[in-house]
């Protein structure tokens, strides 16, 4: 049973920004559409080629002996698709990346990736939950990564940290998302556009963004921090967990979507908080909030032209085994509507399985459009499914898009046991515990990436399935792990982070 409702999120969803100052709801005046980003822009071209790279993040890997120091990998993408031989692998030991490996950093925990100077080329933004600073255990941090003809390279990375106020466990980088939020400088709002950076502690939102000429590689902190205590439900604390960006509202500037749970007296109850953009950053506004958490994912799933939200809810008190709701625009100013449009279990009509205590059914999402038919279709990961009598062993399903939103119809599931998948499902394995949809070839069809971080005992490895006419296939489906990038692969838990 639910002990809070949308209503009680809501009245008790009041943000302060920098010195106390509330969060505005924007004005409902005429402005120039924003169509949709959350799923036909992906913004991770690191080389300027014109095809998705991939970032994917390693925590628990052993650099220079620093056991779980970590690492990130990158796979540049061209027409033949996403590939295991141009690719580079960064961490803290990376000449010119600020710091050293550590053991315990969990570098490359979360990531993402965005164009934060206006150059053309997406950079990547690597997070550190667990870096420790200036004594300060697991205090966290982040490092930019620039794109380039080449790549990403350490040359010229950045630092980033809560320059504010760093505390021991705040885990500073434990999620981050990059958009254009607002702008680099109000007084000009349409000069220099570029995506700023949003990064999450355990109770507190950061926006870093860099000034608004094209050769600035330095971020700055604009804002004091969204805390939250002030987004936690009614009498109860609140930890953030992750974030997702898209055009809620039809203006000018990306939303921001952040999940989390409570903690406290009622801990574990998944909750989700909206912002909208604004030219200034201490105008973001409220956009509601919403049941369930800690994964949401931004797409069109009912393909109107205006992104809509959705929410895996794995929490406690969540529907049996997990669920998604989906959440649509209104097609105007005031954005999500407050009730969801749809809510899918493995018990829903359709939809293969059976719902069961533990699946974590919707603890991970991504959006793409598996077919090519030009709707997204949604990937639902369940890292807790029991495949047989293979405990965690996990699976993958994704609904298709349809003219009135997701559907049943051509769903697929996935799991290690499906015909043509490599391997064979082990206990632990969390097949599934990250997925991305994506186009790495250009041709207008998403495949899958499905990671499962605990296979060979946390080394983890990340498989392909192609995309077809029909949706996703298991024919011509293959695996890798981070050996097969020339890094190292015992208990690196690689694939515990890929970039949306």
């Avoid at 790279?53 to 970590?70: F, N």
């Avoid at 990937?379 to 994704?398: M, Q, R």
């Avoid at 997925?435 to 990340?462: H, K, M, Q, S, W």
């Avoid at 399935?465 to 015992?490: F, I, M, Q, V």
Wanted: hydrophobic share 40%; net charge negative.
């Amino acid at each position: 049973m639910r002990h809070i409702t949308s209503a009680a999120l809501t009245a008790a969803a009041v943000f302060a920004l920098g010195g106390g100052a509330m969060i505005a709801a924007p004005a409902a005046q005429a402005v120039a559409p924003f169509p949709s980003i959350g799923w036909q822009q992906h913004n991770c071209d690191f080389d300027g080629n014109g095809f998705d790279d991939v970032l994917i993040g390693a925590p628990g890997a052993t650099v220079s002996g620093a056991k779980a120091a970590g690492y990130v990998s990158v796979q540049y993408s061209s027409s033949s698709g996403l590939s295991t031989t141009k690719k580079s692998v960064l961490h803290q030991n990376t000449s010119g990346v600020p710091g050293a490996s550590e053991a315990g950093d969990g570098f490359g925990g979360a990531v993402a990736s965005g164009d934060l100077d206006n150059d053309g080329y997406d950079d990547a933004i690597v997070g550190i939950p667990g870096e420790d600073l200036a004594g300060l255990s697991d205090a966290g941090g982040a490092v930019v990564f620039w794109g380039s003809p080449s790549g990403l390279h350490g040359s010229d990375s950045t630092w980033l940290e809560d320059t504010g106020r760093s505390r021991a466990g705040a885990r500073f980088g434990l999620a981050i998302e990059a958009a254009r939020y607002f702008a680099p400088d109000p007084a000009d709002p349409d000069a220099g556009p570029r995506d700023s950076v949003a990064v999450l502690e355990n109770d507190t939102l950061l926006f870093f963004t860099s000034a608004p000429t094209a050769a600035a590689r330095q971020l700055k902190a604009v804002d004091a921090g969204v805390r939250a205590r002030d987004v936690s439900p009614l009498e109860t604390g609140f930890a953030f967990r992750s974030l997702s960006h898209g055009n809620y509202n039809e203006d000018s500037w990306a939303d921001l979507a952040i999940s989390g749970v409570t903690t406290g007296d009622r801990p574990g109850i998944g909750a989700t908080q909206v912002l909208h953009g604004a030219p200034d950053v201490e105008a973001l506004g409220d956009g509601g909030a919403f049941e369930g958490g800690p994964a949401v994912v931004s797409s069109d799933f009912n393909h109107d032209g205006q992104d809509d939200l959705a929410i895996g809810d794995t929490g406690v008190g969540s529907p049996l085994g997990g669920s998604v709701s989906v959440y649509l625009g209104k097609g105007d100013l005031s954005g999500l509507d407050p009730a969801p449009a749809q809510t899918w279990t493995q018990d829903s009509p359709g939809v293969p399985g059976t719902a069961e205590a533990g699946d974590r059914w919707g603890a991970e999402l991504s959006s793409g459009d598996t077919d090519g038919d030009g709707r997204p279709d949604l990937a639902i990961g369940a890292p807790g499914e029991d495949v047989g009598s293979v405990s965690d062993a996990g699976a993958v399903w994704t609904l298709r898009g349809a003219p009135g939103g997701l559907t049943a119809t051509g769903v697929r599931s996935f799991d290690q046991n499906s015909s043509g998948v490599p391997g064979a499902a082990e206990a632990s394995d969390r097949w599934g515990g990250q997925v991305r949809l994506i186009d790495a070839n250009a041709d207008g069809r998403f495949g899958l990436l499905a990671a499962a971080p605990g296979e060979n005992t946390d080394d983890g490895f990340v498989w392909v399935l192609p995309a077809s006419s029909s949706g996703l296939t298991a024919t011509d489906s293959w695996t890798y792990g981070g050996a097969r990038l020339g890094a190292t692969a015992a208990n690196a838990r690689f694939g515990a982070a890929i970039d949306e």
